[in-house]
T-cell receptor, first 113, second 115 residues
Framework: AQSVAQPEDQVNVAEGNPLTVKCTYSVSGNPYLFWYVQYPNRGLQFLLKYITGDNLVKGSYGFEAEFNKSQTSFHLKKPSALVSDSALYFCAVRDAGNTPLVFGKGTRLSVIA | GAVVSQHPSRVICKSGTSVKIECRSLDFQATTMFWYRQFPKQSLMLMATSNEGSKATYEQGVEKDKFLINHASLTLSTLTVTSAHPEDSSFYIC???????????FGPGTRLLVL
């Protein structure tokens, strides 16, 4: 069975500092990995994904994530945080079959000016 | 990215009535659509997966007679909450995917309040 762990409920970062939101996963076979962001009372917005290719994936709004197979991790990063990045971030995984995404519990990012 | 819409965005209804939520993929054909439910400050819980033209596959614990899902075309899926009760109050989010290797895109969500 597929699963995702986001070990931090909350991450606080000062504006301008780098940010990292952690994610580890478990899946049979090759993983399809995704990051989404959710603003209050809104659906999820797609940030980036890893399916194959370079382990470092670049996505929307300056975010990037690195796929690490040995550590089964897919941490989300941004070199310089903005206050507007404050939101709820979800990591998700699925296998290569016709299966739905399985989500982590989410990490609330708070960027302080 | 692709656009998925949901209607209505918010609905308030009386206990015992039925509510229909529409989900549309606006700029792509979705072979598969998904319905999720999200409780406050919690993650998304998958309710069901539907492929166009076939019956939905429901997750364990989700009552298929209560949450009716219709995926009649490649751009439209509907979720009907039948005989709604206050415990059905939640944030319902649909998602659509063009193909097996494609990204899943999400609608803006529908907040249901049953009085």
């Amino acid at each position: 069975a597929q699963s995702v762990a986001q070990p931090e409920d909350q991450v606080n970062v000062a504006e301008g500092n780098p940010l990292t939101v952690k994610c580890t996963y478990s899946v049979s076979g090759n993983p399809y990995l995704f990051w989404y962001v959710q603003y209050p009372n809104r659906g999820l917005q797609f940030l980036l994904k890893y399916i194959t290719g370079d382990n470092l994936v670049k996505g929307s709004y300056g975010f990037e994530a690195e796929f690490n197979k040995s550590q089964t991790s897919f941490h989300l990063k941004k070199p310089s945080a903005l206050v507007s990045d404050s939101a709820l971030y979800f990591c998700a995984v699925r296998d290569a079959g016709n299966t739905p995404l399985v989500f982590g519990k989410g990490t609330r990012l708070s960027v302080i000016a | 990215g692709a656009v998925v819409s949901q209607h209505p965005s918010r609905v308030i209804c009386k206990s015992g009535t039925s509510v229909k939520i529409e989900c549309r993929s606006l700029d792509f054909q979705a072979t598969t659509m998904f319905w999720y439910r999200q409780f406050p400050k919690q993650s998304l819980m998958l309710m069901a997966t539907s492929n166009e033209g076939s019956k939905a596959t429901y997750e364990q614990g989700v009552e298929k007679d209560k949450f009716l899902i219709n995926h009649a075309s490649l751009t439209l899926s509907t979720l009907t909450v039948t005989s709604a009760h206050p415990e059905d109050s939640s944030f319902y989010i649909c998602s659509a995917r063009r193909g097996v290797q494609e990204t899943q895109y999400f609608g803006p969500g529908t907040r249901l309040l049953v009085l």
